[in-house]
């Protein structure tokens, strides 16, 4: 007993840490700028996992593409992400905005998508109503006459 009691002491004791602050990296991405390149690189990856032939044929290197577009390289947002990390509610906040972001995206792009399958429902109504071709405008229907005992149909081509 006097054993367990030693351990759990000593594994308590063992536990407390001195918990270093990170320290602020001299090339940390802002949190708007980090915003977006987060959210561009969930769309990036989520690209890359629907479709990666796509990307491959268009020759298309995600991660070279959002470093030169934000102007940053991979040190720099590994430290700054690192950083954000470690301050969580810094780093809760920037993924709450990704998320909305996100989200607005998601909500245009449902827009656009009700609008054209309206068009095309429009289109498709119009050509199942446009039967009437000028083939069928050339032959006019047989009038069928009767004759005045209307014992005998005869059957006759109006034109």
Do not use: H, W
């Not at 429902?121 to 405008?137: A, G, P, Q």
């Amino acid at each position: 007993m006097k054993f367990l009691k030693m351990f759990i002491i000593a594994c308590f004791l063992s536990s407390c840490q001195n918990i270093e602050e990170v320290k602020k990296p001299g090339n940390l991405i802002s949190e708007d700028k980090m915003v977006e390149v987060l959210t561009e690189l969930n769309l990036l990856n989520s690209a890359k996992n629907y479709n990666k032939r796509i990307l491959e044929e268009t020759g298309l290197q995600p991660d070279t593409y959002l470093y030169s577009k934000y102007k940053i390289d991979s040190l720099q947002l590994a430290e700054s992400t690192t950083y954000y990390a470690k301050k969580y509610d810094k780093f809760e906040g920037i993924y709450q905005k990704v998320k909305q972001n996100l989200e607005a995206m998601k909500a245009k792009l449902e827009v656009i998508r009700e609008e054209e399958q309206r068009i095309e429902d429009s289109i498709r109504l119009l050509d199942t109503k446009d039967t009437l071709s000028i083939e069928s405008l050339k032959i006019m229907p047989k009038a069928i006459l009767i004759d005045s005992l209307g014992l005998q149909a005869v059957s006759e081509e109006v034109y």
